[in-house]
């Protein structure tokens, strides 16, 4: 155990914190706690009586050979009774358990997931996507793992030894003595077995992943490995690995062999003897019953086996903790703050004075950027890959707070805009048309409980109200992997008929047409040529022909501003950046037109 | 039980360690036995022992015979482990050493067709199956059975047949309930871990669009329907818990009714004289022991189910054959390379990715390909190389067929530097010695100075011991390339390849690296497939590939002459090598 503790060592606050959240569950439904603790008392109580009626049986009947009927009867009668109520009771016990532990491993799941999605974008700057799924998960899967194993075995187990050690001095103390010597000796014998395995435990969990991590790498490197003919050398390191694998499980199991079930076993053996011995002392005095002796028989069969459930759950436990530590840290990571004010945007003029912006200190990404765009204005943006166009949309979609200037919208504060307000007065259509597999409909409402007469119109403005009332299903008919496959142009309509569903009042192109054929590209020029004038459209672009009629094209560089004003303005300046770039692009078409010759 | 048959070999191999774990177990299966009985004669012995002193002779031979049998079935216990889990351990290793020599050498056909996920599934959680029916399986496959006759050897030979056959009527409803609750328990736990990878895959897919998921005001959606995949995993989990938690009761009222009965009509016989007090003792605890063999057989179901099919899968794969055909023998004479109506087409595409391709290249030439994307460039590597084999035409290496040369003598031809360079978990100098690990450290660091990557490597605090990846340094696209070329360079081979292994890498150092190339190749033949078009234009030919034919080919002079693709794309890359230079006078 020691090599797993100090691999997953989190610090003691930590520790605390995630214990605290992890424990908070236990007791937050504390009705059907009492309820499932009641049931495991009375089970319990139910359970140890059963070996009680036996001795009565033997004691005061059988061996005394008085079997008046009614009484055997009674006696009978009461052991199926007490016999199945505590089957029942065990399983309603059992039930409430789980359900406890899976509400709560519930609630911090939508916690934890409702959480995540409310991080700020700065946040996801830094995650790595494939570790927050994991923590919302495998982590929560872990503390499912424990409340369950916890709850229904290890809690279970603890009462039924209590309950068995009562009756057990109910009937006989000094056997009872006898017997309890065994929960310290099983105790000692685990936590030797803790002591002993816990290196190469650690270390077999260590090689196991390492084994798996040269597998992973040698197949995606595997060209490189037979380009070199190193096949043999690569082969025999895996086989040496593999065999320090086995000799360390093989450490794990002489140490279980020598220490867990086998001794454990043997351990009660001894106990049984021990009984026994004791009970022919007790006989030899005339104070034993027979039937005692029958009795704790029937509960020492019982005894060792809860012992050995809960010990063995000490590494879930310990594994439980590790994940509820990086689950809490994750609760812990501060939310994006909305504003709750019922302002909207009305027309959609925007206004930048002075914006700046940066990821990382001391490399700004944007440098006093100001910027005034009308209502119904088309404003376009251009630049090389890190002038800062993306940002700029960032910026507006008010994922990142500027370090310094300001966005005002319709003359307030983007930031005094609450997050309904921003998400229905400024549509996106992003780089990469995203399908849901879902119906048409619901590819275009997108979960905004939308009126359905803002879907049909939107659908008319990005003209796919025609190809969709040809098909059979109409609007709901299914898209996706296993549904109808749309065509890239219908894919871009659909996206823009989605950003349009909403009426928002700022429509943001985020390189729209940079992958798509032309064919797409007059898509979506129709579209913003209809839009022009009736919503202010930024679009960020990276063919200049998307964006030729545009009011305005500003040319970023470095975070600023290099060149503004119409195709045609910019085209006529002598040595412009946009005339390079538009030059570029017509010698890109020339080399097209050569592939295909 | 087919999955016995098929590990045969196996436990043919071993049957001396199988034979002797069998053994013991059996020896403890029949230790186990005495308990009881000893128990049973020690109370006899007890109840008639005269009322004086200390218990009589009889019953603490008894229980000192108990003792000593303790001891034995603890040691016999530990012995069997040792054998059995070793066994099967060595059984999962031998099996893991295989398959990883199966994938060595397997071409890229088989990795297109299996993807990295699977194999890893194969390798590691199928092979953890197969070592569980291997060890478990046959342990409670052997010990259930012998433990259940020898448990009814003493009921109904050494007890009482009758008292045995009334006890017993409530077993076969216990073992019907055990089958029924663990198929029902399989079965949920399969929709359970389905529904826990749906709910992966909608975290995953959320998390991965949040820019959208943001940008709509999709959050209270997504987590509404997030929450409805974790209440429906949290409703399969109690449906697992639910059949789990039926175990309790069914074992609990079948022993319960088996106790009452043997009670019941024991204390008739005790009565009758017929049975005495001890041995009604010991056949209540022989009761006891009914149990495992009633869990065992359903335990051992499930897991030679999940054994055998594991099996077949990784059997499949260990049967498959090489991917490509590695008969030839001969050694090729010289490095001059020819290809004749060279045409392929990978699996699955309907369309030839080569078609109809002639070359030569002498040793010592440099070559140059360019092109489009998807042109078939590295399709045209790959075959020289025979990671594939071509459908149509002939290859040529010294003028022996490809196919004749030995497999390991077409590769060492080739020092083959991919675009996106692969490097293993190991330092930096292992990387780079990675085809030659004898080489010595100046050989290295020459390697490293061609390919302008020595300064880079000393500005790490431990030089060429820095480890790369997970644990080590994250290096650049750029420095990951140069080190690649290094490796290549190391191996001294008599072709150099470079697939587009310049892309991430400056103009400046480019020509840099080329400059160096030329100075010090000396005799070594080179291909260089490159979207830039800088670094192909001094090769002594150049193919401009386009849709799987070659367009135009020439050298750079002759092909700027012409109004192709290649001049198009010559005026292109210089327009924007100025447009660079003006956005960075802007900046300035």
């Known amino acids: 155990m020691r090599a797993s503790s100090q691999s997953t060592a989190a610090p003691v606050s930590d520790r605390r914190g995630a214990f605290r959240l992890l424990s908070d569950y236990v007791v937050r439904d504390k009705p059907l706690l009492i309820k499932a603790l009641l049931l495991l008392l009375l089970a319990t109580a139910a359970d140890v009586a059963g070996p009680i009626l036996l001795k009565v049986f033997i004691d005061d009947?059988?061996?005394?050979?008085?079997?008046?009927?009614?009484?055997?009867?009674?006696?009978?009668?009461?052991?199926?009774?007490?016999?199945?109520?505590?089957?029942?009771?065990?399983?309603?016990?059992?039930?409430?358990?789980?359900?406890?532990?899976?509400?709560?491993?519930?609630?911090?799941?939508?916690?934890?997931?409702a959480h995540v999605l409310r991080l700020p974008m700065a946040f996801y700057d830094r995650a790595i996507t494939g570790q927050l799924v994991s923590r919302i998960t495998n982590d929560t899967e872990a503390i499912k793992d424990l409340y369950v194993q916890f709850l229904s075995v290890v809690l279970t187990n603890v009462i039924l030894l209590a309950g068995i050690i009562v009756a057990m001095g109910l009937l006989n103390v000094q056997l009872m003595l006898i017997a309890l010597t065994l929960v310290p000796t099983v105790v000692a014998v685990i936590y030797l077995y803790q002591r002993f395995s816990g290196a190469a435990v650690g270390q077999t969990r260590q090689l196991r992943s390492e084994i798996n991590a040269s597998i992973s790498e040698s197949i995606a490197?595997?060209?490189?490995?037979?380009?070199?003919?190193?096949?043999?050398?690569?082969?025999?390191?895996?086989?040496?690995?593999?065999?320090?694998?086995?000799?360390?499980?093989m450490r794990t199991v002489r140490a279980g062999a020598l220490l867990l079930r086998p001794a454990i076993d043997l351990l009660s053996v001894l106990v049984l003897v021990g009984v026994v011995w004791g009970f022919g002392l007790q006989q030899v005095n005339g104070v034993a019953e027979i039937g005692v002796l029958y009795a704790f028989l029937n509960y020492l069969s019982r005894f060792t086996e809860p012992l050995a459930e809960i010990t063995q759950r000490f590494n879930l436990y310990q594994q439980a903790m590790v994940a509820g530590s990086r689950v809490h840290q994750l609760i812990l990571e501060s939310e994006q703050q909305y504003q709750a004010g019922t302002a909207r945007i009305s027309a959609g003029a925007i206004s930048i004075r002075d914006l700046a912006f940066h990821y990382q200190p001391g490399k700004p990404v944007l440098r006093g950027l100001a910027l005034q765009v009308p209502a119904g204005g088309f404003y376009a943006v251009v630049g090389h890959t890190g002038s800062g166009k993306s940002t700029l949309l960032n910026l507006l979609l008010n994922f990142y707070t500027p370090s310094g200037g300001e966005i005002r919208i319709d003359d307030q504060p983007l930031s005094a805009l609450s997050h309904g307000a921003l998400r229905a007065g400024i549509g996106l259509i992003p780089q990469e048309p995203f399908v849901l597999a879902a119906s048409i409909y619901d590819n275009i409402d997108m979960g905004r409980n939308l009126d359905p007469a803002a879907i049909e119109r939107a659908a008319r403005q990005a003209h796919l109200h025609g190809v969709i009332s040809g098909m059979e299903q109409g609007y709901q008919t299914l898209l996706g992997e296993r549904g109808t496959r749309l065509s890239t142009g219908q894919r871009q309509q659909l996206i823009i008929a989605r950003a349009l569903a909403a009426s928002p009042r700022i429509l943001l192109l985020d390189e729209a047409t940079a992958n798509v054929d032309s064919e797409t590209e007059q898509v979506v020029q129709r579209a913003l040529s209809e839009l022009h004038g009736r919503v202010t459209l930024i679009v960020v672009a990276h063919r200049l022909s998307t964006i030729r009629h545009a009011d305005r094209i500003l040319v970023l560089s470095h975070g600023e501003i290099a060149e503004a004003g119409t195709h045609a303005d910019l085209l006529a300046r002598p040595d412009g950046l946009y005339g390079s770039m538009y030059r570029l692009q017509q010698q890109a078409r020339r080399v097209e037109e050569a592939e295909d010759v | 039980m087919a999955l016995f048959l098929q590990l045969g070999w196996f436990f043919r191999e071993h049957w001396r360690t199988y034979a002797l774990a069998l053994l013991m177990l059996a020896g403890v299966a029949v230790l186990n036995?005495?308990?009881p009985w000893l128990i049973g004669r020690a109370i006899d012995a007890l109840l008639q022992a005269p009322a004086a002193g200390t218990p009589s002779m009889p019953a603490s031979h008894y229980l000192l015979a108990l003792t000593g049998l303790g001891v034995a079935v603890y040691l016999l216990r530990m012995g069997w482990r040792l054998i059995l889990f070793g066994t099967s351990y060595r059984l999962g290793n031998l099996l893991r050493a295989r398959f990883y020599q199966r994938l060595t050498c397997q071409g890229q056909a088989f990795y297109n067709a299996h993807n990295t996920g699977d194999l890893m599934a194969r390798a590691t959680n199928d092979i953890d199956a197969i070592e569980l029916a291997a060890g478990e399986g046959v342990l409670s496959g052997f010990d259930g059975l012998l433990t259940l006759v020898l448990v009814l050897v003493m009921m109904f030979v050494v007890i009482d047949w009758r008292l045995a056959l009334v006890a017993l009527v409530p077993f076969p409803f216990m073992a019907l309930g055990f089958y029924r609750i663990s198929s029902a328990v399989h079965?949920?736990?399969?929709?359970?871990?389905?529904?826990?990878?749906?709910?992966?895959?909608?975290?995953?897919?959320?998390?991965?669009?949040?820019r959208l998921v943001k940008a709509m005001g999709r959050e209270t959606v997504e987590t509404r329907a997030f929450c409805s995949i974790a209440e429906e995993a949290a409703a399969s989990n109690f449906r697992v818990a639910r059949s789990e938690a039926l175990y309790e009761p069914v074992i609990f009222l079948s022993m319960a009714a088996a106790l009452a009965l043997s009670v019941g009509f024991g204390a008739w016989l005790i009565v009758q004289q017929a049975l005495t007090v001890g041995a009604l003792a010991s056949f209540i605890m022989y009761l006891g022991q009914l149990i495992w063999p009633m869990f065992a057989f359903g335990w051992l179901l499930n897991i030679v189910e999940r054994g055998s099919a594991a099996f077949k899968r990784v059997d499949s794969l260990l049967q498959l054959p090489d991917s490509i055909e590695a008969s030839g023998t001969l050694q090729p004479k010289g490095t001059a390379i020819r290809l004749q109506g060279l045409g392929f087409t990978y699996p699955d595409s309907p369309t030839p990715a080569l078609q109809q391709l002639d070359l030569q290249l002498e040793a010592g030439q440099v070559l140059g390909v360019v092109g489009p994307t998807g042109a078939g460039k590295s399709t045209l590597i790959q075959l020289m190389m025979r990671y594939w084999d071509a459908q149509h035409g002939v290859i040529e290496l010294g003028g022996v067929p490809l196919s004749q040369l030995s497999l390991t003598a077409v590769r060492g031809t080739f020092a083959y530097v991919p675009q996106d360079a692969f490097l293993?978990?190991?330092?930096?100098?292992?990387?780079?010695?990675?085809?030659?690990?004898?080489?010595?450290?100046?050989?290295?660091?020459?390697?490293?100075?061609?390919?302008?990557?020595?300064?880079?490597?000393?500005?790490?605090?431990?030089?060429?011991?820095?480890?790369?990846?997970?644990?080590?340094?994250?290096?650049?696209?750029?420095?990951?390339?140069?080190?690649?070329?290094?490796?290549?360079?190391?191996?001294?081979?008599?072709?150099?390849?470079?697939?587009?292994?310049?892309?991430?890498?400056?103009?400046?150092?480019?020509?840099?690296?080329?400059?160096h190339?030329?100075?010090?190749?000396?005799?070594?033949?080179?291909?260089?497939?490159?979207?830039?078009?800088?670094?192909?234009?001094?090769?002594?030919?150049?193919?401009?590939?386009?849709?799987?034919?070659?367009?135009?080919?020439?050298?750079?002079?002759?092909?700027?002459?012409?109004?192709?693709w290649y001049s198009r794309m010559y005026a292109y890359q210089q327009l924007e090598a100025s447009l660079d230079a003006r956005d960075r006078e802007v900046s300035a």
């Open chain 2, 33 to 35: 036995m005495s308990v």
């Open chain 1, 221 to 249: 490197g595997m060209a490189v490995i037979q380009a070199g003919n190193q096949q043999r050398r690569f082969t025999q390191q895996f086989e040496g690995l593999n065999n320090q694998y086995y000799r360390a499980r």
């Open chain 2, 424 to 515: 293993f978990s190991l330092s930096i100098g292992d990387n780079i010695a990675l085809s030659r690990p004898d080489a010595s450290q100046a050989d290295i660091e020459a390697a490293a100075r061609i390919a302008s990557v020595h300064d880079d490597i000393m500005g790490f605090a431990q030089g060429y011991d820095t480890p790369v990846g997970e644990r080590g340094v994250t290096l650049s696209g750029g420095q990951r390339q140069r080190l690649a070329i290094a490796r290549a360079l190391l191996t001294r081979a008599p072709v150099l390849v470079l697939d587009d292994a310049l892309s991430a890498v400056d103009v400046h150092t480019e020509g840099r690296i080329l400059a």
């Open chain 2, 187 to 210: 079965h949920h736990f399969q929709q359970a871990l389905e529904q826990f990878s749906r709910l992966n895959d909608r975290a995953q897919e959320a998390l991965a669009g949040i």
């Open chain 2, 517 to 564: 190339l030329r100075r010090n190749v000396g005799g070594q033949s080179c291909i260089i497939i490159s979207h830039r078009l800088s670094a192909v234009q001094h090769a002594d030919q150049i193919l401009v590939l386009s849709h799987g034919i070659v367009a135009e080919r020439g050298d750079h002079a002759e092909l700027l002459a012409r109004d192709g």
């Open chain 1, 61 to 113: 009947h059988l061996l005394v050979e008085n079997f008046e009927l009614r009484a055997l009867l009674v006696l009978l009668l009461s052991y199926l009774l007490s016999q199945v109520a505590a089957a029942w009771l065990r399983y309603q016990q059992t039930l409430r358990f789980c359900d406890m532990a899976l509400a709560a491993v519930l609630d911090i799941r939508e916690r934890v997931f």
